[in-house]
Protein backbone atom coordinates (compact mmCIF):
# COMPACT_ATOMS: atom_id res chain seq x y z
CA UNK A 1 0.00 0.00 0.00
CA UNK A 2 0.94 3.15 -0.58
CA UNK A 3 1.71 5.87 2.13
CA UNK A 4 -1.75 8.16 2.22
CA UNK A 5 -2.16 11.15 -0.46
CA UNK A 6 -0.28 9.68 -2.70
CA UNK A 7 -0.43 10.02 -6.62
CA UNK A 8 -3.12 7.33 -7.99
CA UNK A 9 -0.58 6.48 -10.26
CA UNK A 10 3.11 7.35 -10.40
CA UNK A 11 4.77 9.04 -13.09
CA UNK A 12 8.33 9.69 -14.33
CA UNK A 13 11.16 7.59 -13.30
CA UNK A 14 11.14 5.18 -9.99
CA UNK A 15 14.15 6.15 -9.30
CA UNK A 16 15.06 8.44 -6.49
CA UNK A 17 15.04 11.76 -7.76
CA UNK A 18 12.83 10.87 -10.91
CA UNK A 19 9.41 9.69 -9.46
CA UNK A 20 7.96 7.39 -6.95
CA UNK A 21 8.88 3.69 -6.46
CA UNK A 22 5.71 1.28 -6.31
CA UNK A 23 5.78 0.29 -3.09
CA UNK A 24 3.29 -1.37 -1.09
CA UNK A 25 1.58 -0.48 1.62
CA UNK A 26 4.49 2.78 2.56
CA UNK A 27 6.65 4.71 1.10
CA UNK A 28 10.71 3.97 1.13
CA UNK A 29 12.99 6.77 3.88
CA UNK A 30 3.49 8.33 -9.93
CA UNK A 31 -4.59 5.13 -19.91
CA UNK A 32 -16.59 4.35 -39.67
CA UNK A 33 -19.58 6.24 -40.90
CA UNK A 34 -20.97 7.32 -44.05
CA UNK A 35 -19.45 10.21 -45.89
CA UNK A 36 -22.02 12.87 -44.56
CA UNK A 37 -21.91 11.41 -41.26
CA UNK A 38 -19.43 12.91 -38.27
CA UNK A 39 -15.92 11.54 -38.27
CA UNK A 40 -15.61 8.42 -35.34
CA UNK A 41 -13.74 10.03 -33.06
CA UNK A 42 -10.12 8.17 -33.14
CA UNK A 43 -9.51 5.28 -31.34
CA UNK A 44 -7.64 5.28 -28.08
CA UNK A 45 -3.74 4.33 -27.73
CA UNK A 46 -3.03 0.82 -26.76
CA UNK A 47 -1.34 0.94 -23.56
CA UNK A 48 1.70 -1.43 -22.70
CA UNK A 49 -0.42 -3.96 -20.49
CA UNK A 50 -3.91 -3.24 -21.69
CA UNK A 51 -4.43 -6.77 -23.57
CA UNK A 52 -2.99 -9.02 -20.79
CA UNK A 53 -4.75 -11.33 -18.90
CA UNK A 54 -4.38 -10.07 -15.53
CA UNK A 55 -6.89 -11.86 -13.89
CA UNK A 56 -5.05 -15.36 -14.80
CA UNK A 57 -1.44 -14.52 -13.50
CA UNK A 58 -1.02 -16.20 -9.82
CA UNK A 59 0.90 -14.26 -7.29
CA UNK A 60 4.00 -16.58 -8.44
CA UNK A 61 3.61 -15.21 -12.00
CA UNK A 62 7.16 -14.55 -13.24
CA UNK A 63 6.40 -10.78 -15.06
CA UNK A 64 9.71 -9.68 -15.26
CA UNK A 65 13.47 -10.68 -15.01
CA UNK A 66 16.11 -7.93 -14.42
CA UNK A 67 19.83 -9.69 -14.40
CA UNK A 68 19.14 -12.32 -12.03
CA UNK A 69 16.54 -10.52 -10.21
CA UNK A 70 13.00 -12.05 -10.99
CA UNK A 71 9.91 -10.15 -9.67
CA UNK A 72 6.56 -11.69 -9.55
CA UNK A 73 2.79 -10.31 -9.82
CA UNK A 74 2.58 -10.81 -6.10
CA UNK A 75 4.93 -7.92 -5.23
CA UNK A 76 2.79 -5.34 -7.88
CA UNK A 77 -0.53 -6.75 -7.00
CA UNK A 78 -1.05 -4.95 -4.00
CA UNK A 79 -0.29 -1.43 -5.38
CA UNK A 80 -2.72 -2.22 -8.17
CA UNK A 81 -5.54 -3.47 -5.96
CA UNK A 82 -4.83 -0.15 -3.79
CA UNK A 83 -4.84 2.44 -6.33
CA UNK A 84 -8.01 0.71 -8.19
CA UNK A 85 -9.93 0.74 -4.82
CA UNK A 86 -8.62 4.50 -3.90
CA UNK A 87 -9.75 5.46 -7.68
CA UNK A 88 -13.10 3.51 -7.91
CA UNK A 89 -14.62 1.96 -5.18
CA UNK A 90 -17.83 1.47 -6.74
CA UNK A 91 -17.13 0.64 -9.81
CA UNK A 92 -18.00 -2.58 -11.79
CA UNK A 93 -15.57 -5.59 -11.53
CA UNK A 94 -15.13 -4.92 -15.31
CA UNK A 95 -13.70 -1.57 -15.12
CA UNK A 96 -11.65 -2.35 -12.17
CA UNK A 97 -9.93 -5.01 -14.10
CA UNK A 98 -9.37 -2.66 -16.84
CA UNK A 99 -7.50 0.08 -14.70
CA UNK A 100 -5.62 -2.65 -13.09
CA UNK A 101 -4.36 -3.54 -16.55
CA UNK A 102 -3.35 0.18 -17.34
CA UNK A 103 -1.60 0.28 -14.30
CA UNK A 104 0.48 -2.40 -14.50
CA UNK A 105 1.65 -1.50 -17.46
CA UNK A 106 2.60 1.55 -16.07
CA UNK A 107 3.86 0.50 -12.92
CA UNK A 108 6.19 -2.64 -13.57
CA UNK A 109 8.53 -0.52 -15.90
CA UNK A 110 9.10 1.67 -12.63
CA UNK A 111 9.84 -1.58 -10.58
CA UNK A 112 12.31 -2.78 -13.69
CA UNK A 113 14.07 0.58 -13.50
CA UNK A 114 14.41 -0.20 -9.49
CA UNK A 115 15.37 -3.68 -10.36
CA UNK A 116 18.32 -2.81 -12.76
CA UNK A 117 19.64 0.10 -9.83
CA UNK A 118 19.59 -2.58 -7.35
CA UNK A 119 21.54 -5.31 -9.80
CA UNK A 120 24.27 -2.57 -10.40
CA UNK A 121 24.60 -2.37 -6.80
CA UNK A 122 24.84 -5.85 -6.03
CA UNK A 123 27.35 -6.53 -9.17
CA UNK A 124 29.95 -3.36 -7.80
CA UNK A 125 29.50 -3.04 -4.08
CA UNK A 126 33.10 -5.14 -2.79
CA UNK A 127 32.97 -8.32 -1.60
CA UNK A 128 29.49 -8.61 -2.44
CA UNK A 129 28.71 -12.25 -0.99
CA UNK A 130 29.35 -10.99 2.48
CA UNK A 131 28.66 -7.49 2.52
CA UNK A 132 24.92 -7.24 1.30
CA UNK A 133 23.08 -10.27 3.42
CA UNK A 134 24.82 -7.99 6.54
CA UNK A 135 23.55 -4.54 4.68
CA UNK A 136 20.26 -6.29 4.41
CA UNK A 137 19.85 -7.64 7.71
CA UNK A 138 20.74 -4.08 9.09
CA UNK A 139 17.97 -2.98 7.10
CA UNK A 140 15.66 -5.42 8.29
CA UNK A 141 15.79 -4.90 12.01
CA UNK A 142 15.02 -1.03 10.83
CA UNK A 143 12.01 -2.09 9.11
CA UNK A 144 10.89 -3.95 11.92
CA UNK A 145 12.08 -1.56 14.78
CA UNK A 146 10.24 1.86 12.50
CA UNK A 147 8.84 1.36 9.23
CA UNK A 148 6.40 -1.61 10.71
CA UNK A 149 5.14 0.32 13.48
CA UNK A 150 4.57 2.81 11.74
CA UNK A 151 2.54 0.97 8.90
CA UNK A 152 0.19 -0.82 11.43
CA UNK A 153 -0.54 3.12 12.43
CA UNK A 154 -0.91 3.91 9.33
CA UNK A 155 -3.44 0.96 8.08
CA UNK A 156 -5.21 0.75 11.22
CA UNK A 157 -3.98 -2.61 12.20
CA UNK A 158 -3.68 -3.59 15.74
CA UNK A 159 -1.05 -6.27 15.27
CA UNK A 160 1.15 -8.33 12.86
CA UNK A 161 -1.38 -10.59 12.11
CA UNK A 162 -4.24 -7.84 11.37
CA UNK A 163 -1.56 -6.58 9.10
CA UNK A 164 -0.87 -9.47 7.02
CA UNK A 165 -4.27 -10.54 6.92
CA UNK A 166 -5.19 -6.93 5.56
CA UNK A 167 -2.06 -7.44 2.71
CA UNK A 168 -3.82 -10.39 1.83
CA UNK A 169 -6.99 -8.81 0.89
CA UNK A 170 -5.26 -6.20 -0.90
CA UNK A 171 -3.51 -9.17 -2.66
CA UNK A 172 0.38 -9.24 -1.24
CA UNK A 173 2.37 -10.19 1.50
CA UNK A 174 4.71 -8.43 4.83
CA UNK A 175 6.91 -9.97 2.86
CA UNK A 176 6.93 -8.61 -0.24
CA UNK A 177 6.32 -5.25 1.14
CA UNK A 178 9.49 -5.50 3.39
CA UNK A 179 11.78 -6.64 0.19
CA UNK A 180 10.56 -3.68 -1.62
CA UNK A 181 11.30 -1.66 1.18
CA UNK A 182 14.66 -2.59 2.12
CA UNK A 183 15.64 -2.20 -1.90
CA UNK A 184 14.55 1.10 -1.97
CA UNK A 185 16.42 1.72 0.76
CA UNK A 186 19.68 0.08 -0.79
CA UNK A 187 18.62 1.85 -4.08
CA UNK A 188 18.30 5.62 -2.55
CA UNK A 189 21.65 5.54 -0.67
CA UNK A 190 23.47 3.60 -3.68
CA UNK A 191 22.09 6.96 -6.03
CA UNK A 192 23.04 8.86 -3.09
CA UNK A 193 26.38 8.13 -3.35
CA UNK A 194 26.75 7.69 -7.05
CA UNK A 195 25.69 11.04 -7.84
CA UNK A 196 26.91 14.01 -5.89
CA UNK A 197 27.00 17.14 -7.61
CA UNK A 198 28.97 20.67 -5.69
CA UNK A 199 29.05 22.60 -8.49
CA UNK A 200 27.75 25.95 -7.97
CA UNK A 201 24.76 26.88 -8.76
CA UNK A 202 25.38 30.85 -10.17
CA UNK A 203 23.31 33.60 -10.34
CA UNK A 204 22.93 33.47 -14.22
CA UNK A 205 21.38 29.78 -13.91
CA UNK A 206 18.89 30.91 -11.55
CA UNK A 207 17.83 34.30 -13.49
CA UNK A 208 17.60 31.87 -16.51
CA UNK A 209 15.05 29.47 -14.88
CA UNK A 210 13.33 31.61 -13.08
CA UNK A 211 12.20 33.73 -16.53
CA UNK A 212 11.94 30.06 -18.62
CA UNK A 213 9.74 28.97 -15.65
CA UNK A 214 8.30 32.13 -14.97
CA UNK A 215 4.33 31.18 -14.58
CA UNK A 216 5.43 28.66 -11.95
CA UNK A 217 6.06 31.93 -9.48
CA UNK A 218 2.80 33.04 -10.41
CA UNK A 219 -0.37 33.83 -8.19
CA UNK A 220 -3.82 34.51 -8.47
CA UNK A 221 -5.93 37.82 -7.44
CA UNK A 222 -7.38 36.99 -4.62
CA UNK A 223 -10.60 38.69 -2.57
CA UNK A 224 -11.91 38.51 0.88
CA UNK A 225 -15.75 39.98 0.59
CA UNK A 226 -19.19 39.48 2.15
CA UNK A 227 -22.47 39.01 0.76
CA UNK A 228 -26.41 38.93 1.88
CA UNK A 229 -28.23 35.90 -0.50
CA UNK A 230 -31.87 35.22 -0.50
CA UNK A 231 -32.58 31.81 -2.41
CA UNK A 232 -35.28 31.89 -5.07
CA UNK A 233 -38.26 28.95 -3.64
CA UNK A 234 -39.35 27.25 -6.99
CA UNK A 235 -42.99 27.50 -5.67
CA UNK A 236 -42.90 31.28 -5.73
CA UNK A 237 -42.49 33.87 -8.26
CA UNK A 238 -38.98 35.07 -7.93
CA UNK A 239 -39.67 38.62 -7.10
CA UNK A 240 -40.57 38.17 -3.67
CA UNK A 241 -36.96 36.61 -3.39
CA UNK A 242 -35.85 40.15 -5.09
CA UNK A 243 -38.08 42.16 -2.85
CA UNK A 244 -36.41 40.69 0.54
CA UNK A 245 -33.09 41.25 -0.86
CA UNK A 246 -33.61 44.72 -2.13
CA UNK A 247 -34.92 44.80 1.88
CA UNK A 248 -31.90 43.86 3.36
CA UNK A 249 -29.68 45.61 1.47
CA UNK A 250 -31.41 48.74 2.61
CA UNK A 251 -31.19 47.88 6.22
CA UNK A 252 -27.35 48.20 5.71
CA UNK A 253 -27.89 51.27 3.64
CA UNK A 254 -29.55 52.58 6.67
CA UNK A 255 -26.64 52.25 9.21
CA UNK A 256 -27.93 48.32 10.32
CA UNK A 257 -24.30 45.99 10.22
CA UNK A 258 -23.98 44.32 7.24
CA UNK A 259 -23.00 41.17 9.61
CA UNK A 260 -26.10 41.64 11.81
CA UNK A 261 -28.63 41.16 8.74
CA UNK A 262 -26.45 38.72 7.40
CA UNK A 263 -26.96 36.78 10.71
CA UNK A 264 -30.31 37.39 10.86
CA UNK A 265 -31.45 37.22 7.43
CA UNK A 266 -29.17 35.75 4.75
CA UNK A 267 -29.60 32.49 3.34
CA UNK A 268 -26.40 32.12 2.34
CA UNK A 269 -23.81 29.58 3.38
CA UNK A 270 -22.24 31.60 5.04
CA UNK A 271 -24.75 33.53 7.00
CA UNK A 272 -24.25 31.84 10.66
CA UNK A 273 -20.72 33.66 10.57
CA UNK A 274 -22.38 37.06 9.15
CA UNK A 275 -21.87 36.33 5.54
CA UNK A 276 -17.81 36.55 5.51
CA UNK A 277 -16.06 34.98 2.68
CA UNK A 278 -12.51 34.19 3.18
CA UNK A 279 -9.72 34.55 0.84
CA UNK A 280 -11.14 33.49 -3.03
CA UNK A 281 -8.69 33.58 -5.90
CA UNK A 282 -9.68 34.30 -8.95
CA UNK A 283 -10.85 31.21 -11.11
CA UNK A 284 -12.29 29.52 -8.05
CA UNK A 285 -16.00 30.77 -8.43
CA UNK A 286 -18.47 28.81 -10.64
CA UNK A 287 -20.76 31.67 -10.77
CA UNK A 288 -18.70 33.95 -13.38
CA UNK A 289 -20.70 36.84 -12.75
CA UNK A 290 -20.41 36.78 -9.02
CA UNK A 291 -16.61 36.53 -9.92
CA UNK A 292 -16.38 39.32 -12.63
CA UNK A 293 -18.61 41.88 -9.70
CA UNK A 294 -15.97 40.76 -7.10
CA UNK A 295 -12.85 41.17 -8.86
CA UNK A 296 -13.91 44.73 -10.40
CA UNK A 297 -16.14 46.68 -8.00
CA UNK A 298 -14.95 49.39 -5.39
CA UNK A 299 -13.92 48.31 -2.28
CA UNK A 300 -16.51 48.57 0.97
CA UNK A 301 -19.38 49.32 -1.74
CA UNK A 302 -22.71 47.43 -2.01
CA UNK A 303 -22.88 45.63 -5.28
CA UNK A 304 -26.63 45.48 -7.47
CA UNK A 305 -28.66 43.01 -6.88
CA UNK A 306 -26.72 40.24 -8.45
CA UNK A 307 -28.69 37.39 -10.29
CA UNK A 308 -27.29 33.76 -9.69
CA UNK A 309 -28.78 30.53 -10.20
CA UNK A 310 -29.68 29.73 -6.86
CA UNK A 311 -30.83 33.23 -5.91
CA UNK A 312 -29.89 37.02 -5.39
CA UNK A 313 -26.95 38.14 -4.16
CA UNK A 314 -25.63 41.75 -2.43
CA UNK A 315 -21.93 41.49 -1.91
CA UNK A 316 -19.53 43.82 -0.67
CA UNK A 317 -15.48 43.14 -0.79
CA UNK A 318 -13.46 43.55 2.07
CA UNK A 319 -9.76 43.43 0.69
CA UNK A 320 -8.56 42.55 -2.69
CA UNK A 321 -5.54 41.76 -3.89
CA UNK A 322 -4.03 41.33 -7.64
CA UNK A 323 -2.34 38.70 -8.92
CA UNK A 324 1.28 38.56 -10.17
CA UNK A 325 4.75 36.54 -9.93
CA UNK A 326 6.69 36.12 -6.41
CA UNK A 327 9.78 38.18 -6.61
CA UNK A 328 13.18 36.55 -7.71
CA UNK A 329 14.58 37.16 -4.36
CA UNK A 330 12.11 35.59 -2.56
CA UNK A 331 12.76 32.34 -4.53
CA UNK A 332 15.97 32.33 -5.05
CA UNK A 333 16.17 29.35 -2.55
CA UNK A 334 13.67 26.78 -4.36
CA UNK A 335 15.06 27.80 -7.84
CA UNK A 336 18.52 26.71 -6.42
CA UNK A 337 17.15 23.35 -5.42
CA UNK A 338 15.45 22.94 -8.09
CA UNK A 339 18.00 23.28 -10.55
CA UNK A 340 20.48 20.71 -8.02
CA UNK A 341 17.32 18.26 -8.47
CA UNK A 342 17.41 18.63 -12.57
CA UNK A 343 20.93 18.44 -12.86
CA UNK A 344 20.82 15.20 -10.54
CA UNK A 345 17.29 13.81 -12.38
CA UNK A 346 19.69 14.21 -15.75
CA UNK A 347 22.20 12.47 -14.19
CA UNK A 348 19.75 9.41 -13.20
CA UNK A 349 18.35 9.38 -16.43
CA UNK A 350 21.61 9.07 -18.57
CA UNK A 351 22.70 6.28 -16.13
CA UNK A 352 19.83 4.41 -16.37
CA UNK A 353 19.95 4.42 -20.10
CA UNK A 354 23.47 3.02 -19.56
CA UNK A 355 22.13 0.02 -17.59
CA UNK A 356 19.81 -0.50 -19.92
CA UNK A 357 22.60 -1.65 -22.24
CA UNK A 358 24.24 -3.26 -19.17
CA UNK A 359 21.90 -5.08 -17.89
CA UNK A 360 19.41 -7.79 -19.25
CA UNK A 361 16.08 -7.23 -19.05
CA UNK A 362 12.08 -9.33 -20.13
CA UNK A 363 9.32 -8.18 -19.04
CA UNK A 364 5.53 -9.74 -19.82
CA UNK A 365 4.82 -6.79 -21.44
CA UNK A 366 7.83 -7.53 -24.12
CA UNK A 367 6.09 -8.93 -27.22
CA UNK A 368 8.86 -10.36 -29.05
CA UNK A 369 10.88 -11.16 -26.29
CA UNK A 370 10.04 -15.22 -25.27
CA UNK A 371 9.49 -16.03 -21.35
CA UNK A 372 12.86 -17.12 -19.69
CA UNK A 373 12.83 -20.45 -19.63
CA UNK A 374 14.82 -23.35 -17.06
CA UNK A 375 15.45 -22.48 -13.29
CA UNK A 376 15.99 -19.23 -12.25
CA UNK A 377 19.77 -17.77 -11.88
CA UNK A 378 21.30 -19.45 -8.97
CA UNK A 379 21.75 -16.48 -6.99
CA UNK A 380 18.25 -15.02 -7.88
CA UNK A 381 16.79 -18.16 -6.42
CA UNK A 382 18.77 -18.48 -3.89
CA UNK A 383 17.90 -14.79 -2.87
CA UNK A 384 14.04 -15.65 -3.81
CA UNK A 385 14.09 -18.68 -1.18
CA UNK A 386 15.63 -16.68 1.58
CA UNK A 387 13.05 -13.91 1.51
CA UNK A 388 10.69 -13.93 4.48
Do not use: C
Not at 232 to 261: C, K, Q, Y
Amino acid sequence: FRAPGSPPAPSGSAVPGGGGVPNQFGPAPGMPGSPTAPAAPPAPPVLPGSDLQLELFEPGKLVAQVGDQPIFYGEILGDLNQIVSREMPDASEFLKDARRKELFGQLLPKMVEQKMVYVDFTRTIPEADKRIPEIEKKLEEGFYGTELPALMKRIGAEDVQQLEEIMRGAGTSLRNVKRSWIEGQIVGFYLSQKFTDDREVTHQEMVDHYREHLSDFAFPARVRWEELMVRIDPNAPPEIALRTIEDMGNEVVFGAPFDAVARRRSQGPTASSGGRHDWTEEGKLEDKELERVLFTMRLDYLSDVIRSADGFRIVRVLEREQGGHRQFRDVQGEIRDAIKANRRKEQVSTYLEELRSNVPVWTILDESTPEPTGALPETAARRNSTRR
